[in-house]
């Protein structure tokens, strides 16, 4: 498959504790994306790299959240400190060279958190 | 403000009639537009996308979208909808490359 894989598919964490997922692209593709989805809505932008540089991050994320693509390869997101509202899918999407943006993006299967 | 709205949390058709479901957009300069869908634990997967030339717009599984730059829409359509179609349904707008989603409109249909 050589589709957008995401690690780990699901995680339990206790509130106040630190979560790492990791999110492997399209091999092809230079751009990578990071989403949240909570139930009952649609995916929201948390941040985006093009190669290894960090080039936009949503209000959303918060100095508890930080994100690294260090060889503009996988992409690792970091939730310090997590907090129950935290509880959600966390989604990773790449596209190729960007076009303009009308490039679609593929997305991985996701992550689901879940902040006790 | 960019921003995408799916007036419908839910479309009901039964299997073998037209289906339609409603997306309309606020965007500044020319739009992007996409549809993705989303099956129960998978990814989301893309449709079909708008971004010059033909209003109508042919994506996969049969599924067609129709962009109205007067009433600035973009509505999904398929002329015989099947049970397998019924899934989460999502339209969004490109912006600087990122996606901003509707809130979503489930679609069931039924045999």
């Known amino acids: 498959d050589t589709g957008v894989s995401q690690d780990p598919r699901h995680k339990i964490t206790k509130r106040g504790q630190n979560v790492t997922f990791r999110c492997d692209p399209i091999?092809?593709?230079?751009?990578l994306y990071w989403y949240r989805q909570t139930l009952g809505q649609g995916p929201e932008f948390l941040t985006y790299?093009?190669?290894?540089?960090?080039?936009?991050k949503s209000r959303l994320l918060s100095d508890r959240f930080s994100a690294e693509r260090p060889k503009g390869s996988f992409s690792t997101l970091e939730i310090q400190r997590t907090e129950q509202g935290d509880s959600a899918m966390y989604l990773c999407?790449?596209?190729?060279?960007?076009?303009?943006?009308?490039?679609?993006?593929?997305f991985g299967p996701g992550t689901r958190l879940t902040v006790l | 403000a960019q921003s995408v709205a799916q007036p419908e949390d839910q479309v009901n058709v039964a299997e073998g009639n037209p289906l339609t479901v409603k997306c309309t957009y606020s965007?500044?300069?020319?739009?992007?537009l996409f549809w993705y869908v989303q099956y129960p634990n998978r990814g989301l997967q893309f449709l079909l996308k708008?971004?010059?030339?033909?209003?109508l717009v042919k994506g996969s599984y049969g599924f067609e979208a129709e962009f109205n730059k007067s009433q600035t829409s973009f509505h999904l359509k398929k002329p015989s909808a099947l049970v397998s179609d019924s899934a989460l349904y999502f339209c969004?707008?490109?912006?600087?490359?990122?996606?901003?989603f509707g809130q979503g409109t489930t679609l069931q249909v039924k045999p």
């Open positions: 091999s092809e593709h230079n751009r």
């Open positions: 965007v500044s300069g020319n739009p992007y």
């Open positions: 969004a707008v490109g912006v600087t490359g990122k996606l901003i």
């Open positions: 790299f093009q190669n290894e540089a960090q080039l936009e």
């Open positions: 999407a790449s596209s190729p060279r960007y076009r303009g943006g009308g490039d679609e993006q593929f």
């Open positions: 708008y971004i010059t030339g033909d209003n």
